[in-house]
């Protein structure tokens, strides 16, 4: 194993501590691993947390800022933060009008941020909960019951804390988080598993001519494993997937979100854009937004995952809001 | 090889119609290679391009937009675009205030460069020639005659983009960008090699243990090979490299870049960042601006370079300047 840092049991601090000296706009808690914006709690702001395990920046760190999360809370490498940790949070980001937890479908994430709901109505909060699966590749994985959240949340992230800054109040935003989740899917490929820096080795092997369809952002088991093929013929398999599930026809606005794994580069992310836009293209929708980069990452995975989001007017005001945060940042 | 592609001849050309479907705000030119702002040439504005092999994503294209480049020519990967394309480009954006050529230092870059210069003042376009030569690793290298240039592109690229977008004359445009290049120094780190598309396999070889000090961008040799340490054993090597050719004393404000190279992920690169702020806080620097990310890459290369570019009011105004590309946007 090579990496960047200086033990595997530090990586988690060590990166919050750089988060910390990179980014003044965030106030980092880097003994209790959250991370704030600095400002938090806003004043009559609904606030906004997320949080899950490492391994998956810029998720979710990287969204704290104004438009977006108001804090995040890392757990380790792949590993569910703690309910007091989600806990200190809320409490940290409310300013009277009540928290959104933004949750991935993994149990461990779940329950934990179940536990601190609860507690955090014990001492007052008043807490909504979003779930966010929306990946169509399987129902019920390695570490989910249903369906796996995925690339679906920054755009979750996103929209919900647009309408929390402009005033939404509690049952709006977590609302308007639920319809973005609900016109979201996403499916993930992999050409190489990620390493965990505490495990030192590959999570899971595949051939030198062999890809994963349908792979969890933790390694967990896709569809079916085959020999690569021509990007063409990858986006067309991961394309059917998500619009069997849900079509895209004439007129509809797609958000369209091809996300690198971590250890694929950008040349052969707008490789695959270009052949996602064409099939939408061929069925009358259009690409009417777009995000192309590593946002929801697996470690130094190589491969991508496509979401695709059914835009309304409503969405697309909250996409284009102003956004001030380490990984998306626009009219701010 | 595994690699999100249709064919490696096809790459360059494939991505540049992602970038297209992607990107509104770009005009691409797939047939001739360019990427262009979609309102060039913008009137009576000095107009900047640059341009350079492909595989280094999101350099130049990502950069393509208001407030820094108005177009970006690529080559093949690893391969130096042709005089044509740099000519074309030129009288794209040329709206009669002049044009700046931002050419990072490697040989058939810079010998490109100056064929294209020649022939667009040959047609009337006043040019200005930049270099860009900040990478304190090696003097010469495989592609270059002195040093290369590496990290400091994008800052350059920003602050001259800045400057010419608020009305500078095209002499100040070339002499704001050549100060950002005086006052930048950069220093890469290598984990494991690229793997080019057309070669399919590793330009050289790294043991599982060891990295390469003061490599280039496309893998050309640096200073020395070791066996792998921890990121703060690493990152005191590359500041002393940077920092011994370029001091940085008490009261210095820092643009901090800590830059993957592609197949490093984001946490690591913040594990970085927290190693360099702590090395600059200790002679009393100040980090005063931060750029943490995939910026200048080498295709799937595992790991990072870092740039520090000593700050004044000037570029500091500059570099805040709103901006909006598909991968540097604030402000707008």
Chains 1, 2 share one sequence.
Not at 71 to 84: I, L, M, N, R
Request: proline share 5%.
């Amino acid at each position: 194993m090579k990496k960047l840092i200086n033990a595997p049991e530090d990586v988690v601090t060590d990166a919050l501590r750089g988060m910390a000296a990179a980014h003044p706009s965030l106030r980092v808690d880097v003994a209790n691993q959250i991370v704030y914006r600095a400002d938090a709690p806003v004043a009559n702001k609904v606030g906004l947390i997320s949080g899950g395990g490492s391994g998956h920046e810029p998720l979710h760190g990287g969204f704290v800022g104004y438009g977006m999360l108001d804090a995040a809370c890392p757990g380790a490498v792949f590993t569910s933060p703690v309910p007091d940790q989600m806990l200190e949070a809320t409490k940290g980001v409310d300013a009277g009008a009540g928290v959104v937890h933004i949750v991935k479908n993994y149990t461990g994430d779940v329950m934990n941020f179940q536990l601190a709901a609860e507690m955090a109505g014990d001492e007052g909060s008043k807490v909504e909960s979003v779930l966010v699966n929306d990946d169509v590749a399987v129902e019920d994985s390695l570490y989910t019951a249903g369906r796996r959240g995925t690339g679906a949340t920054p755009i979750v992230e996103k929209v919900a804390g647009a309408l929390a800054e402009s005033g939404g109040d509690l049952a709006s935003v977590a609302a308007v988080a639920r319809k973005a989740n609900e016109r979201s899917r996403s499916f993930g490929i992999a050409l190489t598993s990620g390493t965990t820096p505490a495990a030192g080795t590959p999570t899971f092997d595949l051939g030198d001519d062999e890809i994963e369809l349908g792979i969890g952002i933790h390694g967990e088991p896709g569809r079916v494993r085959r020999k690569i093929g021509p990007a063409s013929e990858l986006v067309e398999i991961a394309a059917a997937a998500i619009l069997d599930d849900y079509p895209f026809a004439a007129g509809d606005e797609a958000l369209v979100f091809v996300n690198g794994m971590g250890g694929t580069p950008l040349i052969e992310l707008y490789v695959v854009f270009a052949e996602i836009a064409k099939i939408l293209e061929g069925r009358g929708a259009r690409v009417a937004r777009s995000l192309v980069g590593d946002y929801v990452t697996s470690l130094d995975m190589a491969g991508c995952s496509i979401t695709l989001t059914k835009l309304d007017d409503e969405l697309t005001k909250l996409w284009d809001a102003p956004v001030n945060t380490p990984a998306l940042r626009w009219g701010a």
